[in-house]
Each structure stands twice: as structure tokens, then as C-alpha cells.
């Protein structure tokens, strides 16, 4: 089998400070990154030949990698705008280690930003709500972007016995994370009362079963294994990646409680050469609190149907089997849309690097990135290990 | 009241909203595979023949999975909050999206009966909703 294992590294990232930052613009959060994540690997932009990023909601640049680029100052001879929702994250690194695998490439940026919470106008809320549905088989009938996810969550609870308790639970826990993470958006404890106290959106889902909307930014710098030897931080290697693309519609899914990411795990598993036993910390994105249940049985860390009693059991935090978003997720840290999902990879990397301080995993070596969007429409997957596991 | 977002139709589409309008419910059938298929396309999901053709459908089906908005997406939708989103399963085999009439939210139940009420909000869109099956009409 093909492969880039081993091939290509991160070797460093940066965040913008999230939540509510006025003022910014998309670019602005995209160029902040980037800088930080640069100085981070002890590099000078001179040296980065590729750029990878996603649209902006809010900034009308069609073509964003062109237009951060131009932002920063450089010239690259690859660049990506890559959208496929919320999967974005781990498909723009997985495509950026491709790149520098395939020789098109030697370095390069990975990054997103963007200002959700401060931009976000009343304009642009119909433009979500026209663009994320269907216009003539769902946009019709009131789908909230939430509605489509609620949906599957809604049948996994009638399949297996899912219940609202342990939805809250993966906020509870989420929150807990988050208090031991610097700059996060949320800094208040929540018990599983409060997150059922909080007001229905979209059954089963309350208000505290969904993600924030947030701004923020996060970049990630690319290298060949070989160059990365010779920076300053302990390389973080990329092991394997996969992607699955199922449907468009939710309408059109064969099954709404097992997902693309059984595909696109499995798929990153392979290239890796290991199992999903031996991944020590994990970073699933959590739109949704009964996303990560479905996920956490897709990407085969318990079996299909048990995802609820797992995260009941404390499975998904310090001392349980697999620790995941240590930095809060998207439900505590930080959304600020497609983002989201990269501050999971930077958490992912810190945590390989032994720097995630009172957060830290101890003794982390493998890592597992997964990153989701459209309602199950897209899933990407990475697999990262420090260099003892190469 | 604000108008709510309606569907642009198109010439994939064209039969499928003309069809509502007059009350039928119409699915693709492939001539080739047999496949049946939602939404409408110019071609077979499944074996990609252009040879689909329109038929009614019974309209009857049962509640896949369902989500209550209680927070509306728009404003257009504020004052029909709470209102039910329906995972439909058609008894030809397809699924499809649509909100249910007359029906508290507390009710509704995955696997329930359901069959298609016709809303007409224009002279050339009729959408179709679905109703629990043998309900009595009450609007
Ligand atoms: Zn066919």
C-alpha cells in the first residue's frame, strides 16, 4: 500500500486567542496563526514553498489559501482552499502531507481562521441556513444545521438505548477539560442537570449539548521527516490518514448511526499499522455531544451501540481508556466554524510533545485526530506518533 | 408573517413540484436497475442510466427518526416553533425530509406510521408533510 507514514511531520503550531475577539478579520486570524505557529517551529516564512486553509464564512475571499498568502507576504507554489466542512481539519493536513510526500512541496502551512461570533450577522445567519440545506428538499421544512445531527442521534437513542444523561455527560466532561486549558471560551464547571436544564434547540439536543460559535484561528506547520529533525521541537509524525465521503444529503445516508468514519478510521488505521487499542489520546470533534458517542463507536474504541455507557464509565477522561478533547472541544474551548476542528490537531500535537502541562496525558506516544461535517457527509481521520513510534 | 424559503425549481425537478401540485407524490424509477430513487436527477443513482421515469408514490411511510426545533433557524420560522422535522422511510424504500402536522411533539415515536398531507403555500409549490397515519384531518 501507498503511504506517507513516517514521511512527513508537524514540527509547529499556533492559535490565535478565541472566543470573542472583535475587531479581527478572518485573515487576521488566519496571518495570526500562522505567525505564531512559524515562530513555534523557529522558522522564517521564507522557507514555506505550500499553503493550505479553508474558506471564511464571513471574508468574501473565494480564493482564502491565495489571499492569507498574499497577507503574509509569500509567494507558494502550493495552494489549497479546501472545504469539505467540517472534515476540513484532518483532510488539510492529510492533503498537505500528500503534497510534501508527492515532492510538490517542502514546507507548509496549514491553517484556518475565522470570526464566527463577532461577524456573523443577521445576513449571514440566512446565508448558513440556505447554504448548509438543501434548498428544495429540506431548506423548505426548517432544518436547523443542529436538526440533521439531532436526527442521528435520535435514532441511535431508539437502536441502543442511548439516553439524554449520557449525551450530557460528554459536555460535563468536555467542560472539565476545558477549566485546565488557558484562554477557553467557557471557564464554568456544568453538571448533567444543567446541561438537561438547558433550553431545547433541537431534541434531544439543548443548548448545552451543542458547540459554541466562537472566533478564532489555528495553523500547523508541515515538513519532510527528514528536514524536521533539524528543527527545535520534538517532531510529531504523520502515521496515516483516510477519508469517506458518503452522501450529501442525510436523506441519502444508508445508515445514520454508523457513519463514514468506520471508513475513513479504518482506512488511517491501515496506513498507520496499528489498532485503535494502542491510540493513547484522541481529538473527535464534538459538535454535537451525541457526535462523539457515534464516533467514539465508529473509530473503534468501544463497540457499536456501547459509546453511551462508555463515556458514562468516565472512559473518555484522565485514567479512563481513551482521554479525548484535553483542551476542551469545540463544545468548551472554541467554534469558530471550520476551524473548529484544527484545535483538536494542535491539542493532538502538544499532548505528543509532553507540553500540554495539567492537561497532559502521561507517557503519550500515539495520537488520533477525527474530524467530521454536513451531518455525517464527511469524515477525515489522522493518525500521529512521536518518533518512538516510527 | 415573513415569507418562507421556497423551492427553486429546476428542470431535474420540474415533474416532482407539478406532481405535488396536483397531489401525487412522485418517485424515480430506474428502467433499467429497478432502483428507486429520492431526489430527482437526470439519472440512475445506481447505474447512472438516463432511463428514469416518474411514478406515484403511495405516499405512505414510517418515522425513520424525527428532531422537535424548538429554536427556529430563521424568522421566517419563529411562530411554528415547536415544530417537528421527520426522517420519512417511504414504503417504496427511499427516505425523505419533512415535517409532521398535528402532531404533539411528545407523541411522536421512531417507527410510527405516517402518510403525506399536501400543503399547498403557492400556486406552484405544494410541499409535501406527513401526518400520523389514519389521523383524522383537523386544519
Ligand atoms: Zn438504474
Redesign the pocket.
Known sequence: MRSYRGQVAIVGVGETPVGKVPGRSALWFNAEATRLALADAGIDKSQVDGLVTAPSFVAPFARMSVAVSEYLGIQPTFSNTLNVSGATAAASVSVAAAAIHAGLADTVVVCCGDNMLSGLTRDLAVKALVESRDPQYEAPFGLLVATTFALTAQRHMAEYGTTPEQLARVAVITREHALRKPGAQMTAPITVADVLASKLVTTPYHMLDCALVSDGGAALVLTTAERARDYRRAPVYLLGGGESYTQEHIFCAESITTTGAAVSSRRAYAMAGVDPGAIDVAGIYDCFTGTVIMMLEDLGFCKKGEGGPFVETGAITYGGRIPINTHGGMLSYAHPGLPGGFFHIVEMVRQLRGEAAERQVAGAELALCHSLGGGFATNATIVLGTEATL | MTARPLPPIDDDTRAYWAGLARGELLLQH?R??G?VQVYQRAL?G??L?ARVEHRPASGRGRVYSFSTVHRAPSAEFKEDVPYTVVLVELVEGPRMISTLVDAPPETVRIGQAVEIVYDRVSPEITLPRFRRAGASMTS
Open positions: 430506474c433499467d436497475c432502483h440512475c445506481r447505474c442510466g
